[in-house]
C-alpha cells in the first residue's frame, strides 16, 4: 500500500535533541498529557499540549497502530501537521514492554531530578543561613 497523503492524514514528526525517532504519515494520534490521554485526527482543531512520560499511539493510513515510549515534551498540531519534541524515546512495537520501559527509566529519571532539586534547595538554604550568620557576625 502507499503511502501518499490524502486529506485525512496527519504528518507526525517525534524529534529527540539527537535524532528525529518518527517521521511518517498517519490518520491518528493518541497521546497523555496531565489531564489525561487524547486523540488528534485530522479535523481536529490547532492546538499545544504538554506530554508526560508515556506511550505515544499512532496509526498509519493502512490502520497499523504502532508505538513510541517518550519522555516528557511537547505536542503541537498544527494543520496537518503533528509535531512532538522530547527529551527522549523509543519506537517498539511491544505495549508491555514499552510500558515497562517509561515506568523504569522515564518516571525513574523524575524521581531523580526531584531529589536533585530537594538537595539543591537544602544546599542554597544553607548557603543563605551561613551568609546570614556571617553577617550577624560582622555588622551585629
Known sequence: MSEQATVSDLRLQVLLPTEVLV?????????????GAFCLLPRHVDFVAALV??????????EEERFAALDEGVLVKCGRDVFVSAFDGVRGTDL???QALV?????????????T???????????LRGFRELQERFHG
Do not use: Y
Open 23 to 35: 517521521d511518517t504519515k498517519v490518520v491518528k494520534v493518541i497521546a497523555e498529557a496531565e489531564n
Open 53 to 62: 512520560p508515556g506511550v505515544l499511539s499512532f496509526f498509519t493510513p493502512t
Open 96 to 98: 508491555g514492554r514499552l
Open 103 to 115: 515506568e523504569a527509566r522515564f518516571l525513574e529519571l523524575d524521581e531523580h531530578e526531584r531529589r
Open 117 to 127: 532539586r530537594t538537595a539543591l534547595a537544602r544546599l542554597e538554604a544553607g548557603t
